[in-house]
């Protein structure tokens, strides 16, 4: 396919008819149907012109742009090579298991488009390790940074988890840019109880037997529904076993709407909470973690609000669903803007820029 194509314009003008087609359909059938069209147009589409003032140095990666596609939209690296044609600076995919999993039943992917949300109790459904790690290796990155979301899967009892996330770090280490444990999801049953400081000892004591063969960095992925203590021993963890960061936040339990976990905006000031806490302490222990931060971001608005507060990688999942590819070149669009106006050249001097909440 030609490169000489405008992508932005081509998926402004057809974005909305694709969107009112697909939200005729049930949330997951039209996930499902999406998901097979992104992995065939994949192959033939070019690289999105890549920009060096965009760029973000973390975690010893080189990261396109600071904005990155969260895991859950793409569980089993099927569509990498079409993610990575849009102007993401990185994508994660996952989350995947050691054994094929087929998760819940349905329904269990619900929206709610006056609030541009979504519920879901999907439960780790995937193809299993050996699969989507094949399907990695044979993606076109393009290039970028690509993450791999890990979990445990749901026969495996939580004393035992460690051996789940070992394996899974075996696995990847040697194909992925980085790797994240998730013990967050509130769509396996006891999953969450991992979070606790025991639980999460056990994990990263387990990996680090494995973190002295083949270093990569390793992150660990949280939920938005905990407590102030439990949020700073989290931290006081991540410092002690030289974790890479910390991502924040997974979906949040509202009961009221029923099981499984809620994003998008009705996630916002929940998820945002979590992320100023976690900004605040880490830069209060000098911590060398990075912060990646997701859920509720919807708007250019909410980054320069993450940005603001110190953080510098963020990620969308929810807001992509309702915006679609227009919404990743808008922030583009406006983030070269914000260059513009403030007069710098790089991300880092646009960083500095800002006024810093956390220090």
């Known amino acids: 396919m030609c490169s000489c194509i405008n992508f932005s314009n081509l998926y402004k003008s057809t974005y909305p008819f694709f969107k009112k087609s697909a939200f005729l359909l049930d949330a997951e059938v039209a996930h499902e149907l999406t998901i097979n069209s992104m992995k065939l147009m994949g192959k033939y589409l070019p690289n999105h012109e890549r920009a060096d003032n965009f760029q973000v140095k973390a975690m010893g990666l080189t990261f396109d742009n600071p904005i990155g596609l969260a895991a859950g939209l793409d569980k089993n690296a099927e569509a990498i090579s079409y993610f990575t044609h849009l102007p993401f600076g990185f994508v994660e995919v996952g989350t995947v298991t050691p054994l094929p999993q087929i998760g819940n039943e349905k329904p269990r992917l619900f929206r709610y488009p006056e609030e541009e949300s979504l519920r879901n109790k999907m439960g780790f459904n995937n193809l299993g390790a050996d699969k989507v790690l094949e399907n990695l290796k044979f993606s076109n990155r393009r290039g970028k940074i690509i993450g791999v979301n890990l979990g445990k899967n749901k026969v495996t ?10 394996s899974l770090y075996k696995k990847f280490c040697d194909d992925a840019d980085y ?18 400081d025991k639980g999460l000892r056990e994990i990263f004591e387990g990996l680090a037997i494995e973190r002295v063969n083949k270093k990569i960095p390793l992150l660990i992925k949280v939920s938005p529904d905990m407590g102030d203590e439990e949020l700073l021993s989290t931290v006081a963890l991540v410092n002690e076993f030289s974790l890479d960061g910390i991502i924040a936040t997974n979906t949040t339990i ?29 830069s209060k222990t000098h911590s060398k973690a990075e912060l990646i931060g997701v859920g509720g971001i919807s708007t250019f608005n909410d980054l320069m609000d993450f940005w603001k507060a110190g953080g510098k990688l963020a ?15 808008s922030f583009e669009s406006l983030l070269k803007a914000e260059y513009n106006k403030r007069g710098v050249i790089t991300f880092e001097e646009f960083h500095d820029s800002l006024n810093i909440i956390s220090k």
């Open 315 to 329: 990620q969308i999942y929810t807001a992509f669903v309702y915006g679609g590819p227009p919404l990743i070149y």
């Open 157 to 166: 009892p939580n004393e035992q988890a460690v051996l789940d996330y070992r």
């Open 254 to 282: 509202m009961k009221d709407r029923g099981d499984g976990g809620v994003s998008g905006k009705l996630l916002s000031l929940k998820s945002k909470r979590v992320r100023e806490i976690l900004l605040k302490e880490i």
């Open 179 to 196: 790797l994240v444990i998730n013990v967050s999801s509130p769509n396996t049953p006891g999953l969450r109880d991992l979070l606790k």
